[in-house]
């Protein structure tokens, strides 16, 4: 009888303890699916540089829950290795084709604040390949863009994007970016004579506004609708009158790159004369030792007139201009017009881009952050070379009469600096958020 019982309570344990395993691996399996489905709700939510795990219904029938766990876990191990070491770079990768459907970001028309400059369907460009491509970095995911997630993070902020037309080519972006998340009163317009164009969500409290100042310091191109002068004339020591409406932003995106590039700049001796007068004074530099000279007057600004508890800053990089399609083995007389597809060669460089001057603003920043005032770069300069597909070029509001020349020979009239949109710039600010509400 004792025998019998011992035998019984033999088996009677292994049968407990099959049971309790099989118990346990379907507890872990339906625990990680739990955790894996809120997870993947929260990233909408969040800007986690952690690359997305996949699992894939095949390689779940193909392995018993024990092996599913396990190889879970190693891939977690991997991902983890990944964000620790900071490998990714955002500003390293490739262009690829969006199969998810995710972009464009919002619809041209849908946007009753796009700007005539840049709404390229409007003024007739029929192939829209250009709006379907997405910024895959190298080693993880670009954050998902979420409108109501990044407009209730941004309640109560002011956003001011500071710089040149290519700044407002993405502040106009931001702004059909977030609107349609944003319900409410919406305020659009422009002040201080046009050099501020603002944007108000009145129920959020947000403001989302470009200034004019392409040279950051005082120039002769800082009327926004009369700057097209033969010399480029600067105070090169001379902000305040800029800065001072950029004092109050929660968050300062600057640029100034692309107006620097004309070989010789004139500064003005006379710090109370007449920008452009007729009996000016002034000496001529040369255009890199003037670029390094203007920093150092933003940067001496940015170190003592801001709050930089309060404020976070960014520069973007460079973008890049497609005039010349030899770059891309292209014809030597063509520019961006006509083209629908990015340059898929990796090792494409612009040959116009100014190395000099991209790396004076990054020894600027490197300068800076050594006194404590952490800038962001914003390294797009490589994302845009790629993209010689997605430029405005004819199609967009023409401001003056194009001449014979350029009515027989479209690519001379083309836009090869600024982009359509929706478009690339949607891209920069998708990098610009991540940075911002990490």
Same mark, same amino acid.
């Given at each position: 009888m004792m025998k019998k019982n011992n035998a019984f309570g033999s088996c009677d344990m292994k049968t407990m303890i099959n049971c309790?395993?099989?118990?346990?691996?379907?507890?872990?399996?339906?625990?990680?699916?739990?955790?894996?489905?809120?997870?993947? !709700?929260?990233?909408?939510?969040?800007?986690? &540089?952690?690359?997305?795990?996949?699992?894939?219904?095949?390689a779940q029938s193909n392995l018993?829950?024990?092996?599913?766990?396990? *190889?879970?876990? =190693?891939?977690?191990?991997? =991902?983890?290795?990944?964000? *620790?070491?900071g490998s990714c770079d955002l500003f390293s990768g490739k262009w690829v084709h969006d199969n998810e459907s995710r972009y464009p970001l919002y619809k041209e028309h849908e946007c009753p604040y796009l700007e005539d400059t840049f709404a390229c369907q409007t003024y007739g460009r029929k192939n829209t390949k250009y709006l379907h491509w997405k910024w895959q970095p190298h080693g993880c995911n670009l954050p998902r863009f979420d409108g109501r997630a990044i407009v209730e993070k941004l309640r109560g902020k002011r956003l001011l994007f500071v710089g040149d037309s290519l700044n407002r080519n993405q502040w106009n972006s931001m702004v059909c970016m977030l609107q349609p998340s944003i319900s409410g009163v919406k305020l659009a317009g422009k002040t201080l004579d046009g050099k501020l164009h603002t944007f108000r969500a009145t129920d959020y409290n947000i403001s989302v506004d470009f200034y004019w100042a392409p040279m950051l310091v005082e120039s002769n191109g800082d009327s926004p609708t009369d700057h097209n002068r033969k010399d480029r004339v600067f105070r090169i020591t001379a902000i305040q009158k800029h800065a001072r409406h950029w004092v109050d932003a929660d968050v300062l995106i600057f640029n100034s790159y692309h107006w620097w590039r004309k070989t010789v700049i004139k500064l003005v001796k006379d710090v109370g004369s007449v920008?452009?007068?007729? =009996? *000016?004074?002034?000496? !001529? %530099? =040369?255009? %890199?030792?003037?670029?390094?000279?203007?920093?150092?007057?933003?940067?001496?600004w940015a170190s003592t007139r801001l709050d930089l508890s309060k404020t976070k800053l960014f520069f973007m990089g460079a973008t890049a201009t497609h005039s010349r399609a030899a770059d891309w083995r292209g014809n030597n007389q063509s520019t961006c017009y006509g083209e629908v597809e990015p340059v898929m060669d990796n090792e494409f460089r612009e040959n116009?881009?100014?190395? !000099?001057?991209?790396?004076? &603003?990054?020894?600027?920043?490197s300068k800076l952050k050594a006194k404590g005032v952490n800038v962001q770069f914003l390294n797009i300069t490589r994302l845009t070379q790629y993209r010689k597909d997605a430029h405005t070029s004819v199609y967009r509001k023409i401001w003056r009469p194009l001449t014979e020349l350029q009515k027989s020979r479209p690519e001379r009239a083309s836009d090869c600096s600024h982009w359509c949109l929706p478009g690339v710039p949607d891209t920069w600010n998708e990098l610009l958020l991540a940075s911002i509400l990490q």
């Open positions: 309790s395993l099989i118990i346990f691996s379907f507890g872990a399996l339906a625990t990680f699916s739990y955790y894996r489905i809120n997870f993947q !709700e929260l990233a909408i939510f969040t800007f986690k &540089l952690t690359p997305t795990i996949t699992i894939t219904t095949n018993n829950s024990s092996e599913f766990v396990h *190889q879970i876990e =190693d891939r977690r191990i991997e =991902d983890h290795h990944i964000e *620790q070491t920008l452009d007068g007729a =009996d *000016q004074m002034f000496e !001529e %530099v =040369d255009n %890199v030792h003037a670029y390094k000279m203007g920093l150092e007057t933003w940067s001496n116009e881009m100014g190395l !000099e001057l991209i790396s004076i &603003l990054e020894s600027s920043l």
